[in-house]
């Protein structure tokens, strides 16, 4: 097995192509994309297309195309799905055209056929984890999934308060406060995280930045890289 290098890869206003309509695995492929602002195209026969996309087509959202694979139909796209793996000559045949055009491509639990694999997805708020057992074991990274968005996981706590720490994040750049990760990560404290969780979002704000504000780095250029010079940390 490969050892996948993990990315988030930006689709907005590029096209991706999907293989198979159905009600689960292609619904919930085409969604995605366009949630994340891709361009779609369809690939799925009248009778097999779910009720849900073939309304979607209707609206314009996507565009059907009311067939399977044919050669060249992966002109143009960026990123290729292929949600419906029923035929494995259809899957290796669009494999060998993904190939032929450098075409990222995944052929759903067809590992060997693809140049990237999905993970198992949790969002919140502006955070995107990704869990991946390498195509191994999709079994697993959905268990992990469930785990990690349980609620006796703390961890995605922090992702509740990630509107806070952007908002953070624009101020102290607007103020020209130059502050190195590390810093930053010294003031995120579990005290700093149940206070905003409780207190008033501003006032978490307010703290946040006074804190960051009392250790910004003075020998950086603004948003450039720390030179480790910098005020004493306020002790412990």
Request: with cysteine; glycine share 6%.
């Given at each position: 097995m ?9 689709v ?7 293989f ?15 949630e994340?602002g891709?361009t779609?195209?369809?690939?799925s ?10 309304a ?12 399977k ?17 029923s ?39 502006d ?11 999709p ?8 785990e ?24 102290t750049?607007?103020?020209k ?11 995120m ?9 409780k207190?008033d ?13 009392s250790?910004a ?20």
């Open positions: 490969p050892r996948y290098y993990g990315m988030y890869l930006d907005k206003e590029r096209l991706g192509i999907v198979g309509g159905d009600a689960h695995e292609g619904e919930r492929k085409v969604n995605y994309l366009l994340c891709a779609v195209k369809l690939f026969p009248d009778d097999e297309i779910s009720d849900k996309l073939r979607q087509a209707a609206a314009g959202e996507i565009e059907w195309i009311n067939r694979y044919q050669a060249g139909d992966l002109a143009g796209a960026w990123i290729v799905i292929v949600a419906d793996t035929s494995m000559e259809t899957n290796e045949a669009v494999s060998k055209e993904a190939t032929e055009r450098n075409i990222l491509l995944n052929v759903m639990d067809v590992t060997p056929l693809c140049t990237w694999i999905a993970p198992a997805l949790i969002h919140r708020n955070i995107t984890l990704a869990v991946s057992t390498a195509g191994t074991s079994a697993l990274a959905r268990r992990l999934r469930e990690i968005t349980s609620d006796s996981c703390q961890c995605m706590r922090w992702a509740n308060v990630g509107p806070i720490l952007t908002d953070v994040r624009k101020t750049r607007s103020q406060i130059v502050c190195c990760p590390e810093k930053w990560q010294w003031f404290t579990s005290d700093w995280l149940d206070k905003a969780e207190l979002p501003k006032q978490a704000k307010a703290d946040l930045i006074e804190g960051i504000k250790v780095c003075v020998s950086c250029t603004p948003f450039g890289s720390c030179q480790r010079i910098e005020t004493p940390l306020p002790k412990h």
